[in-house]
């Protein structure tokens, strides 16, 4: 790992999200079976959820992996991150991203498709984070909501991409 700007890397991946942080937990219902969980898995993977929302994914490489250094833009805004952990499983696929040096926030965000014991796929974004400086301090519930609404974009953007030629 490099220089990450907080010390509970990984939290996460167990859902036990540190306190001193805002939590978010954001859950939406995809679509049923493999091919659904594996379309949905990779369209996380490779970034193209967060591009097909007009997200700016600048990496070294297509997807993501433990250790890639990546820079996340939304407008004019840019937050340096890196993944943290990825997973790819029989019935879960995904990754989180944590801050760097730079980014507004600090903290980490996961994304992940998990099929359940119906066949259910879901896809679910995890994350805690807490303002960086006095842009994020400023923003206020403003950035609360963005966060929330940034969630619920990827929900429906990975909903179009894992379904799709069903």
Same mark, same amino acid.
């Given at each position: 790992?490099?220089?990450?700007?907080?010390?509970?890397?990984?939290?996460?991946?167990?859902?036990?999200?540190?306190?001193?942080?805002?939590?978010? =937990?954001?859950?939406?219902?995809? $679509? &049923?079976?493999?091919?659904?969980?594996?379309?949905?898995? *990779? %369209?996380? /993977?490779?970034? !193209?959820?967060?591009?097909?929302?007009?997200?700016?994914?600048?990496?070294?490489?297509?997807?993501?992996?433990?250790?890639?250094?990546?820079?996340?833009?939304?407008?004019?805004?840019?937050?340096?991150?890196?993944?943290?952990?990825?997973?790819?499983?029989?019935? =879960?696929?995904?990754?989180?991203? $944590? &801050?760097?040096?730079?980014?507004?926030?600090?903290?980490? *965000? %996961?994304? /992940?498709?998990? !099929?359940?014991?119906?066949?259910?796929?879901?896809?679910?974004?995890?994350?805690?984070?807490?303002?960086?400086?006095?842009?994020?301090?400023?923003?206020?519930?403003?950035?609360?909501?963005?966060?929330?609404?940034?969630?619920?974009?990827?929900?429906?953007?990975? =909903?179009?991409?894992?379904?799709? $030629?069903?």
């Amino acid at each position: 790992m490099t220089e990450l700007t907080y010390p509970h890397v990984g939290f996460t991946r167990t859902g036990r999200l540190p306190s001193g942080y805002r939590h978010l =937990r954001y859950r939406t219902r995809i $679509g &049923t079976g493999e091919e659904v969980l594996r379309r949905t898995g *990779e %369209a996380i /993977l490779s970034f !193209r959820m967060h591009r097909a929302i007009g997200t700016r994914i600048t990496a070294d490489v297509d997807r993501a992996a433990t250790g890639v250094l990546l820079t996340v833009g939304i407008g004019p805004l840019r937050a340096p991150c890196e993944v943290v952990w990825t997973v790819e499983e029989d019935d =879960r696929i995904g990754f989180a991203y $944590g &801050t760097r040096p730079g980014h507004p926030a600090t903290g980490e *965000e %996961a994304f /992940l498709a998990e !099929r359940d014991e119906h066949g259910e796929v879901w896809f679910s974004v995890t994350a805690f984070s807490r303002p960086a400086g006095t842009f994020m301090r400023l923003a206020g519930p403003f950035a609360v909501g963005f966060q929330h609404a940034y969630a619920r974009l990827c929900g429906s953007a990975v =909903r179009r991409l894992g379904t799709v $030629g069903r």
